[in-house]
Antibody, heavy 119, light 110 residues
Framework: QVQLQQWGAGLLKPSETLSLTCAVY????????CSWVRQSPGQGLEWIGE???????NYNPSLKSRVTISLDTSNNQFSLKLTSVTAADTAVYYC?????????????WGQGTLVTVSS | QSALTQPASVSGSPGQSITVSCTGT?????????VSWYQQHPGKAPKLMIY???QRPSGVSNRFSGSKSDNTASLTISGLQAEDEADYYC??????????FGGGTKLTVL
């Protein structure tokens, strides 16, 4: 059974860099995209971006300039960095596995990490 | 890239059927059969319920079904049960290797 477990700092100050990591257990990255999705308090889901084993990245145009997603295959982990955070970046951040090969859906999700940006 | 449009809330009584709509544009929902639906209970991660418009993952009840017409996708839940009460989100491929979600619909089982 595939499991995604995520962690990272939960409280940031404006202008700092958000950093989260997601470990994948029971599955590989082959044929999938490592994705991040966020959910602002009381709001809907927002796709942040993704990365596959070949290093191909896709980002939400509205966040692209601040987002980096990277992969650590030796530890079966992938990470999200979001620079210059503001209060608008306060959200629960989820890692998820997106099925590749032109299929575009998320079959497994992490438990979510609440990140609060406050001075 | 605006969020797909979903009704804020829907409700139904146990045993009834409800439908949640998800309206996009000819650039996303209307152009691709790549709509998925997710169920989210409070404080939990989303769970895949439908993919590629109408496909059901293994383990998901056949009370859940999906369809699409033009720029609008729909999720239908038949035989409503108390445990179906949750938020539901649609998601569509939007071209250019990007994805877009709907704003979410809160389902209340009366």
């Amino acid at each position: 059974q595939v499991q995604l477990q995520q962690w990272g700092a939960g409280l940031l100050k404006p202008s700092e860099t958000l950093s989260l990591t997601c470990a994948v257990y029971g599955g590989s990255f082959t044929g999938y995209f490592c994705s991040w999705v966020r959910q602002s308090p009381g709001q809907g889901l927002e796709w942040i971006g993704e990365l596959n084993l070949s290093g191909s990245t896709n980002y939400n145009p509205s966040l692209k300039s601040r987002v980096t997603i990277s992969l650590d295959t030796s530890n079966n982990q992938f990470s999200l960095k979001l620079t210059s955070v503001t209060a608008a970046d306060t959200a629960v951040y989820y890692c998820a596995r997106r099925v590749g090969s032109g299929k575009y859906y998320f079959d497994y999700w992490g438990q979510g990490t609440l990140v609060t940006v406050s001075s | 890239q605006s969020a797909l449009t979903q009704p804020a809330s829907v409700s139904g009584s146990p045993g009834q059927s409800i439908t949640v709509s998800c309206t996009g544009t000819s650039s996303d929902v209307g152009s691709y059969n790549l709509v998925s639906w997710y169920q989210q209970h409070p404080g939990k991660a989303p769970k895949l319920m439908i993919y590629e418009v109408s496909q059901r993952p293994s383990g998901v009840s056949n009370r859940f079904s999906g369809s699409k017409s033009d720029n609008t996708a729909s999720l239908t839940i038949s035989g409503l049960q108390a445990e179906d009460e949750a938020d539901y989100y649609c998601c569509s491929y939007a071209g250019g290797s990007t994805l877009i979600f709907g704003g979410g619909t809160k389902l209340t089982v009366l």
